[in-house]
């Protein structure tokens, strides 16, 4: 299913009345890390469960 210009506009004025201006970025910011954390733990869990691997890949 793919969300054309309209839909999101309209997803982002409902964020916005529900959760308010001052909310909205603290919401999306904890939406952003659930969902690289959710990415990174099926892309494969043994990689963070060793952080010592030279293989990791590295953040900054």
């Known amino acids: 299913m793919r969300f054309g210009p309209m839909e999101l ?5 409902i964020a916005l009345l529900i959760f308010g201006p001052g909310k909205l970025p603290q919401v999306g910011k904890a ?4 969902m ?3 990415k990174e ?3 494969g869990g043994e990689q963070a469960s ?3 691997d030279p293989g990791r ?3 900054s």
């Open 9 to 13: 506009v309209i997803i982002l004025v």
């Open 31 to 34: 939406i952003g890390k659930g």
């Open 36 to 38: 690289r954390d959710f």
């Open 57 to 59: 890949e590295r953040r």
């Open 41 to 43: 733990a099926l892309s």
């Open 50 to 52: 060793n952080p010592d």
